[in-house]
């Protein structure tokens, strides 16, 4: 069984020589820039993991594993444009690098080289790939705008916040785990566990980032702890400690969301009532049971017991991730 | 035979109820905004007119028409980004409308929903009609960047900027007209003939659309006449009246290329010189080549002469246009 870091290696090969064509050259060095930057390639490495559960050697999944990571790849670049983020991982944003324009029509290339890519299955499965695919990409869209829909609404409720993770992170995840698994002839049945794994994992993960947004370290996270805390972003953490029964840190909280400049005072505030509301014990109880759920989907799959182990070391390494 | 009213009607009506889901309303609403703007619906129209040829009913290709339309108007929605274009046939764009980040999202949404309906067609074709949609839409992104990049270069040759029409406007024609030949399972000569009579009809369509501009009425074309003008845009226009024989034309040319902003006087002073140089005559000879090469590939197609005449008329209709 190939650990993460060879599946990794792999993928970054794969990936270094996907594009075929480069002129012009304004469209796709953009395109290769993004691809180049340091990442932890979580899909592509789920759809390689899959068909290594099943025996399927890896040239037969290799390009649409691909393909979602540029499709991944560029939702990156329209969001950081949206989010007027001019960082990611510490190195520049492609808008911030090479302009707006370069942004919004180099993610718009990207998406159909995600189609490409895509579309080299086997033909008698295209249909059914496409219709994952197309639904899933489509739900992404709709996670990120109720993201960007949740910045102006005062409140928003846990039940919303998750279905918005759930669009836009934890959905991709569950395309890459059953489109892999379709391209291996996995059962209706199997298809399912490893769609429902994908989703409750997923979930997990975006809780995590969230824990990690304002309690991980700042070396390994790579960037300024407390940025979802300033932009007052509707997180699990916030929407819980929002809740708090005790007044006078309802106060604080509510004073606070008044601005949404860095304020390092801001942060500190913030998290101590994510504690004493008990909202960061609450959050990482939640992770902790949508990477149990996703735990129960895995049991369910027809596979023997040592070929689950991969994806059960990507489950554990998502909910003990530093970055 | 239907005529191209008839046509844009039943156009009309597939696409006023092509989008199923509603929420989140400002993913959706952009969309049902730009689809519902007044258009020629030429692309659609050219797709129903092959169904006609060959006698197909429409329900078998109304739905990857509709599909091709919307990837066009996504087209428009972030050229109109890049293009920083508040206004579109008199009425508001999309990110002026709604802000820039609809515009970006929505325009995704719309690209996706495009692949949604053009994955309807028959599994047995799906391979080669997404072959066929990947490699145009890639190339319709190609003809933007090479259309941006083209501000910011001095010089651009003829053989460049047929290159970019075709690349940015034609492909997407010659792609409805294949793709709809596709379905109809016309002979792979006769999806030829079709694929070129739509490159050559799009190239006529796009020279036609730079000499409006230019020479258009502006109660015909419905926006300010000389925005290319006054843009410097390189159309085959200025390059040819770049390449007059006449110092003086030459000069006033240059002088006038150093300002970007709406003036009357260079509008009219640069239209004169179109005309003393003979680009304008030029160009509409240019047009006039490429309708009657549409032509030859139409004479070509192996269907009796009286079926060709649907588009016929269409090439007939581009070339004399005012709007």
């Given at each position: 069984?190939?650990?993460?870091?060879?599946?990794?290696q792999?993928?970054?090969?794969?990936?270094?020589?996907?594009?075929k064509?480069?002129?012009?050259?304004?469209?796709?060095?953009?395109?290769?820039?993004?691809?180049?930057?340091?990442?932890?390639?979580?899909?592509?490495?789920?759809?390689?993991?899959?068909?290594?559960?099943?025996?399927?050697?890896?040239?037969?999944?290799?390009?649409p594993?691909i393909?979602?990571?540029?499709?991944?790849n560029?939702?990156?670049?329209?969001?950081?444009?949206?989010?007027?983020?001019?960082?990611?991982?510490?190195?520049?944003?492609?808008?911030?690098?090479?302009?707006?324009?370069?942004?919004?029509?180099?993610?718009?290339?990207?998406?159909?080289?995600?189609?490409?890519?895509?579309?080299?299955?086997?033909?008698?499965?295209l249909?059914e790939?496409?219709?994952?695919?197309?639904?899933?990409?489509?739900?992404?869209?709709?996670?990120?705008q109720?993201?960007?829909?949740?910045?102006?609404?005062?409140?928003?409720?846990?039940?919303?916040?998750?279905?918005?993770i759930?669009?836009?992170?934890?959905?991709?995840?569950?395309?890459?785990?059953?489109?892999?698994?379709?391209?291996?002839?996995?059962?209706?049945?199997?298809?399912?566990?490893?769609y429902?794994f994908?989703i409750?994992?997923?979930?997990?993960?975006?809780?995590q980032?969230?824990?990690?947004?304002?309690f991980?370290?700042?070396a390994?996270?790579?960037k300024?702890?407390?940025?979802?805390?300033?932009?007052?972003?509707?997180?699990?953490?916030?929407?819980?400690?929002?809740?708090?029964?005790?007044?006078?840190?309802?106060?604080?909280?509510?004073?606070?969301?008044?601005?949404?400049?860095?304020?390092?005072?801001?942060?500190?505030?913030?998290?101590?009532?994510?504690?004493?509301?008990?909202?960061?014990?609450?959050?990482?109880?939640?992770?902790?049971?949508?990477?149990?759920?996703?735990?129960?989907?895995?049991?369910?799959?027809?596979?023997?017991?040592?070929?689950?182990?991969?994806?059960?070391?990507?489950?554990?390494l998502?909910?003990?991730?530093?970055?």
């Amino acid at each position: 069984m190939r650990d993460i870091v060879q599946l990794k290696q792999i993928i970054e090969e794969a990936l270094s020589s996907s594009l075929k064509k480069k002129t012009p050259i304004h469209l796709y060095q953009p395109i290769e820039y993004i691809l180049s930057l340091d990442s932890k390639r979580i899909r592509p490495a789920l759809f390689l993991s899959v068909a290594e559960m099943y025996n399927i050697p890896f040239e037969q999944v290799i390009e649409p594993a691909i393909g979602i990571e540029i499709f991944h790849n560029f939702t990156l670049v329209h969001d950081d444009i949206m989010d007027k983020a001019n960082l990611r991982r510490g190195r520049e944003t492609v808008h911030a690098k090479y302009g707006l324009n370069a942004g919004i029509l180099s993610g718009d290339a990207m998406q159909i080289v995600a189609y490409q890519k895509i579309c080299s299955v086997h033909p008698h499965i295209l249909p059914e790939v496409m219709h994952l695919f197309n639904q899933t990409a489509l739900e992404v869209c709709e996670g990120q705008q109720m993201d960007m829909d949740f910045e102006t609404e005062f409140t928003v409720s846990e039940m919303e916040y998750l279905q918005m993770i759930e669009l836009k992170t934890a959905v991709l995840l569950a395309c890459s785990l059953k489109m892999s698994g379709m391209i291996c002839m996995a059962s209706v049945e199997d298809l399912n566990h490893l769609y429902q794994f994908g989703i409750n994992i997923g979930i997990a993960f975006q809780i995590q980032d969230d824990l990690l947004d304002s309690f991980g370290s700042e070396a390994a996270v790579g960037k300024r702890i407390g940025g979802d805390i300033c932009n007052n972003k509707k997180t699990l953490l916030l929407i819980k400690a929002m809740n708090t029964q005790h007044k006078y840190e309802k106060e604080i909280l509510h004073n606070w969301m008044q601005t949404t400049e860095f304020n390092q005072e801001k942060v500190d505030d913030v998290k101590k009532i994510f504690i004493s509301s008990f909202a960061k014990e609450y959050t990482e109880n939640k992770m902790l049971f949508y990477y149990e759920q996703a735990l129960k989907s895995l049991e369910l799959l027809s596979v023997s017991h040592d070929k689950k182990a991969v994806l059960k070391n990507f489950a554990d390494l998502i909910v003990n991730r530093k970055n």
